[in-house]
């Protein structure tokens, strides 16, 4: 490993000396406008082999991409008319903006949705950097994943294991960063854009999406699921679903379902109550319990159930008609209701309320 | 235990809403006890039936006492108990393990463990106890604890798997249509089941309950519908007919449930929903529902019964709680005439919803089995228990 201090090297010395890691397959640690990035070359399946064990523990979530311009952007994503709008408006910046991946990546860089982030860090030395390589240099922050994030080489060098140190071939300490948040994360792959992470953009507690189809429905329920996997992991999720009938709650519980891996059609459990779902994703391993209250009515109903329970680390449980049951279960607080509107016959409306 | 002596069964379900208890004698029901809580809960006012668990647990002794009463047996005359692991509702479940549990415990019984949808599936296979079988004296020698004759019994619809996997009548097609179920299950030979087709969102007992239940019929509303549906028109409303460009056989009754939706409001806010429109939608939901069953039933007999690879199925047996509807049996029948099937029905509605007579047919067949593998205080549930092979 290679640490090359930019106040003491010229620009190009550190261009050239960066140019010939990634090329070579290598990992590099890069200053950018918000933290730390780690870059190797999105295009080189071998390089993001390597960005993803140093990485560790991903579980589906995507890396992101930095690239020089827009029309650098086109050539491995589609931009749609919104996604180009906000390239315009708010690129370089800190900002990720979401479109379909075209499959020129490596594998591992695209989402399971086949969806990519991209980057355009307003930063000179990253603009000049892509721009030179002419390919697309993994933005994802350096940090390995659930630790601190990255504003000091030894903020990243602190929390990494003597094989995650050997991974990185070269390291650009621009020495400390400002203390700006990580880039805020813009969707636009769905009917509303929808911001994962960041409070510029962001809806404050209440965020209301259009699904146009329920493959879109899927999509936003694995979307939202992915934003609580690390609560999943540590306190389980307990979401309420409210809508009228036909209204797809089903379907919304058809994408936790995907988003779980779990093997088995999601049917609806009106007539049991509650169907359960073990499920393996990334090697974590949980219960999925889907349960429908549209049959109960009753306080002493209601808790025959036994739903506090199944609340644990890493189960999720999704109860449709939460509303109709919420007054007789004070005890069980829901991380996130969603309620779900008719608009017409293939568009719904999907209401998040996020409580902390 | 030679292979024509059928066993004397204890059956206990309780996968959902109802306590159900039944004593067979291979293949001839002689109780079917079900304490069914929507029966407990109309009274009230409610339309919805209580949860199970409280319910099961004051109602399951009273129900197992009831059965061996009306068959006239003691526990210890039994030859095997047998209860309904799954699928169904986790804590419902518990009630009726434990107590066969106990129950095969103190009395040093058998327990063999019935998946609830292989019961529907042939539950066309029991037979009432009539006076033709003159059970009474296979009956009395069990009692007794005598030696059969094999005479006696030779005359009696009392086959074990073996002898009934002998018969030149598999691959036999189960349409299983309930509350919970919608499922085509191909039945190679009793004990291998593979289902060709499946439900992919609400079952059709369950889509007919809920647009039942927003035209003001009550719940459980598929039996109401039926009826009122006799005095409609069931080509007044129009719905579309779903998933007929899946290559697939599965179903799906979540967009016709939203469409009826859709349309009750939609007639609602014209102040149109008057009575004669409430029966012409029962009528037309319920055809449209039905259709696209057989729809799909006359797809997969194409797929099966004309493909030159495949083995036509030989006959088609129906179970679940919608099979009792006889506007269905007659659709199907239809269909069937020209593949020259026969359709099979449990021979009452009793049998059709879920009970524990069912329980215990299935129970008789896999009585060889299960007495080679006694294990039977480790019983868990088994809320998500497929048949599928």
Sequence with gaps: MKIIKTADHSKTTILKTAIKVLTAGGLVIYPTETVYGAGVDATNQTAVKKLLAYKSRREGKPLSIAVASTIMAQKYAQLNSQALSLHQKFLPGPYTIISKAENNLADGVASEFGTIGIRIPDHELVTDLTTALNKPITATSANISGKKRPYTIQDIFSNLSTKQRGLIDLVIDAGELPPNEPSTVIDTTLSTPLTIRGNMLSHKNNLALISCSDQETIDIAGKFLLKYWDKIKNRGLVIGLNGELGAGKTMFAKGIGQFLKIPQLITSPTYTYIKEYSYNRHNIEGIFYHIDTWKIDQAENAQLLEIEGLIKPKNIVAIEWWTQIEKFLPEIKPQLIIDIQILSDNQRQLTFIEKP | ?389
């Design chain 2, 1 to 389: 235990m030679t292979q024509t002596s059928p066993p004397l069964i204890l059956a206990i379900d309780t996968s959902c809403d109802d306590t159900a208890a039944a004593v067979t004698l291979g293949r001839v029901v002689l109780a079917n006890v079900v304490a069914a809580q929507t029966d407990l809960h109309r009274p009230y006012g409610g339309v919805f039936p209580t949860v199970a668990k409280q319910a099961h647990k004051e109602n399951i002794k009273p129900a197992v006492n009831k059965a061996l009463k009306q068959a006239g047996v003691t526990l210890q005359q039994l030859d095997a108990i047998a209860v309904t692991l799954g699928p169904g509702l986790a804590p419902a479940l518990e009630v009726g393990i434990e107590l066969a549990q106990e129950l095969a415990k103190a009395w040093q019984k058998p327990l063999i463990p019935i998946n609830h949808i292989e019961a529907h599936a042939l539950s066309s296979l029991a037979r009432a106890n009539k006076k033709i079988y003159s059970i009474s004296p296979l009956l009395t020698a069990k009692k007794n604890l005598e030696k059969i004759d094999h005479k006696l019994i030779a005359q009696l619809p009392l086959s074990n798997k073996i002898s009934f996997n002998q018969q030149n009548i598999f691959p036999v097609l189960a349409i299983v249509v309930s509350g919970g179920h919608s499922e085509f299950i191909k039945i190679n030979q009793l004990g291998s089941y593979e289902i060709l087709g499946q439900t992919i969102d609400d079952a059709l007992g369950e889509a007919l309950d809920k647009v039942g239940r927003m035209l003001g019929l009550g719940y459980p509303a598929a039996p109401v519908i039926e009826k009122v549906a006799i005095h409609g028109d069931e080509n007044k409303f129009k719905f579309p007919l779903p998933m007929t460009t899946s290559g697939d056989f599965n179903l799906s009754y979540s967009g016709l449930k939203t469409a009826a939706s859709r349309l009750v409001s939609q007639l609602q806010a014209d102040s149109q929903l008057n009575q004669q429109a409430i029966l012409d939608l029962a009528a037309s939901f319920q055809y449209a529902c039905f259709r696209h069953l057989t729809y799909k039933l006359n797809k997969l007999l194409i797929d099966q019964n004309y493909s030159v690879d495949k083995k036509p199925f030989k006959q088609v047996w129906l179970g679940g709680g919608v099979s009792q509807n006889n506007k269905l049996r007659k659709m199907l029948r239809k269909i069937l005439r020209s593949y020259q099937l026969k359709l099979f029905t449990p021979y009452s509605k009793k049998i059709c919803s879920d009970n524990a007579a069912m329980v215990g047919i299935a129970a008789n067949f896999h009585w060889a089995i299960s007495l080679a593998d006694s294990n039977f205080l480790k019983l868990d549930r088994k809320p998500s228990w497929s048949i599928n092979k």
